[in-house]
């Protein structure tokens, strides 16, 4: 059975900093991509970085250059940093991966950003 297992969010101003974590259990990270997803104001779950089998590492424009995907195989953990915080940046952040057809989706993890 998959499991994903978002932690880390919280409540910070403009300018700071975040680690979201993506805890797997099921699958092994680094076979797959994993990507992190939020909700937008439609309240439906967009793309905003992945990390590949091969390690190749994808961005929306948006966050480029502020955010960080990586991971942790030991812990078989899947980490977002997030610098540089802006207000539009708050929203539920969820990580999501695939296996035989199938998505997961954890349970998601709030991130609040204010001025």
Avoid at 97 to 110: E, K, L
């Amino acid at each position: 059975q998959v499991r994903l297992v978002e932690s880390g969010g919280g409540s910070v101003q403009a300018g700071g900093s975040l680690r979201l974590s993506c805890a797997a259990s099921g699958i092994t990270v680094n076979s797959r991509t994993v990507g992190w997803y939020r909700l937008d104001v439609r309240k439906e779950r967009n793309l905003v970085a992945e990390i590949r089998s091969d390690g190749d590492t994808f961005y929306i424009d948006a966050v480029k250059g502020r955010f960080t995907i990586s991971r942790d195989n030991d812990k078989n953990t899947v980490y977002l940093q997030m610098n540089s915080l802006k207000p539009e940046d708050t929203s539920i952040y969820f990580c999501s991966t695939w296996r035989s057809g199938t998505g997961y989706w954890g349970q998601g993890t709030q991130v609040t950003v204010s001025l």
